[in-house]
């Protein structure tokens, strides 16, 4: 699977802990792991652009089929031979070799993204022993798809996350979700995903309320804190520093507004899409809210929960599908 377990002394671990910088907000973390978790990401991106002639796609879709099904989109073509067409004119765009450069200009190696990846995977093995730890790969296809996250393989569109500075940028996606894709993203929007997937995040499907919506983000960003301690909370969930701020400083009036429009038992999904879907601010609260306000308040109240109850581990909490005894029991009450 492209990893090794190998054991981690305490001094490694205090190490790792004291570098992270003043300025970060670090969580909880154990005292000491017993395993780290060793990756070696493997590129496939320069191969991917120089995919220009027919034999060299026939060889990548033997070699390579899940990147070829999910990142170049294999089965959205009528049969094989129009794809390899397709990929052959796409990579003998005059410029591919620019954004290839580009790429080896942001990502020179892999060392930085390896280290993130380890350090969160250490604490996933420390919280789950018994989980696979994945394959992970870099591609680029021409901005298709950004990330793929499943059990055993994690795959990363560079291209997508070449920064703000990047001659090369998505086409046709708004600049408010264009601000998170930058390389600092991506082992928090991985985590994320692990922390929504529902190997980990148990929920009720007979509860469709916006709280059970809200307490699932919740546990979600919970989880993703655990595996990242030292990551700003705003980076976790895709905020810049003046929403995070305003929204701290705001979160009485903010929760003054769900309670006031009694938000918290609504099932509408046109309502579950102003508070938790992507948008560019919650404009029903204020014009400067930050978007998806509700799984910012399902965190909050999910660190009270667990503020309040130190008994419960990580894995009772994910596994726990009653989102109205969470809040209950939260006793939420922002000041």
Same mark, same amino acid.
């Given at each position: 699977?492209?990893?090794?377990?190998?054991?981690?002394?305490?001094?490694?671990?205090?190490?790792?802990?004291?570098?992270?910088?003043?300025?970060?907000?670090?969580?909880?973390?154990? $005292?000491?792991? %017993?395993?780290?978790?060793? !990756? =070696?990401?493997?590129?496939? &991106?320069?191969?991917?652009?120089?995919? +220009? #002639?027919?034999?060299?796609?026939?060889?990548?879709?033997?070699?390579?089929?899940?990147?070829?099904?999910?990142?170049?989109?294999?089965?959205?073509?009528?049969?094989?031979?129009?794809?390899?067409?397709?990929?052959?004119?796409?990579?003998?765009?005059?410029?591919?070799?620019?954004?290839?450069?580009?790429?080896?200009?942001?990502?020179?190696?892999?060392?930085?993204?390896?280290? $993130?990846?380890? %350090?969160?995977?250490?604490? !996933? =093995?420390?919280?789950?022993? &018994?989980?696979?730890?994945?394959?992970? +790969? #870099?591609?680029?296809?021409?901005?298709?798809?950004?990330?793929?996250?499943?059990?055993?393989?994690?795959?990363?569109?560079?291209?997508?996350?070449?920064?703000?500075?990047?001659?090369?940028?998505?086409?046709?996606?708004?600049?408010?979700?264009?601000?998170?894709?930058?390389?600092?993203?991506?082992?928090?929007?991985?985590?994320?995903?692990?922390?929504?997937?529902?190997?980990?995040?148990?929920?009720?499907?007979?509860?469709?309320?916006?709280?059970?919506?809200?307490?699932?983000?919740?546990?979600?960003?919970?989880?993703?804190?655990?595996?990242?301690?030292?990551?700003?909370?705003?980076?976790?969930?895709?905020?810049?520093?003046?929403?995070?701020?305003?929204?701290?400083?705001?979160?009485?009036?903010?929760?003054?507004?769900?309670?006031?429009?009694?938000?918290?038992?609504?099932?509408?999904?046109?309502?579950?899409?102003?508070?938790?879907?992507?948008?560019?601010?919650?404009?029903?609260?204020?014009?400067?809210?930050?978007?998806?306000?509700?799984?910012?308040?399902?965190?909050?109240?999910?660190?009270?929960?667990?503020?309040?109850?130190?008994?419960?581990?990580?894995?009772?909490?994910?596994?726990?599908?009653?989102?109205?005894?969470?809040?209950?029991?939260?006793?939420?009450?922002?000041?």
């Amino acid at each position: 699977m492209g990893y090794i377990i190998r054991a981690l002394s305490l001094l490694v671990v205090l190490l790792q802990l004291i570098s992270c910088s003043s300025e970060e907000e670090c969580g909880y973390q154990p $005292e000491e792991l %017993e395993f780290s978790v060793e !990756l =070696n990401i493997q590129r496939l &991106e320069n191969e991917m652009l120089e995919l +220009k #002639t027919r034999e060299k796609v026939s060889r990548f879709m033997e070699k390579e089929p899940l990147i070829t099904k999910y990142f170049l989109l294999r089965d959205e073509y009528p049969n094989d031979s129009i794809f390899i067409t397709e990929m052959v004119r796409r990579f003998n765009n005059p410029h591919i070799d620019t954004l290839k450069m580009e790429i080896n200009r942001i990502f020179p190696d892999m060392s930085k993204l390896e280290r $993130e990846f380890e %350090e969160a995977f250490s604490l !996933l =093995n420390h919280y789950y022993p &018994e989980v696979t730890i994945p394959q992970i +790969k #870099t591609v680029a296809t021409g901005f298709d798809y950004d990330l793929f996250v499943s059990d055993t393989l994690i795959v990363v569109g560079l291209d997508y996350y070449l920064g703000e500075d990047s001659k090369y940028r998505p086409m046709q996606t708004y600049n408010y979700i264009l601000q998170r894709y930058k390389p600092k993203y991506i082992v928090p929007s991985v985590m994320l995903l692990y922390g929504i997937s529902s190997d980990f995040n148990d929920t009720n499907k007979e509860d469709i309320s916006v709280l059970s919506d809200m307490i699932s983000y919740g546990k979600s960003f919970y989880f993703s804190k655990r595996m990242l301690p030292c990551t700003p909370d705003s980076i976790l969930i895709w905020y810049s520093d003046v929403e995070m701020n305003g929204a701290r400083e705001n979160e009485k009036i903010i929760w003054s507004h769900f309670l006031r429009e009694n938000l918290l038992w609504e099932s509408s999904h046109l309502v579950k899409k102003k508070y938790l879907d992507e948008r560019p601010k919650t404009f029903e609260i204020s014009p400067d809210c930050p978007p998806r306000i509700g799984t910012w308040l399902g965190w909050q109240i999910v660190k009270e929960y667990m503020k309040s109850h130190p008994e419960v581990t990580l894995q009772e909490l994910m596994s726990n599908q009653d989102a109205k005894r969470i809040f209950d029991e939260s006793e939420y009450r922002p000041g």
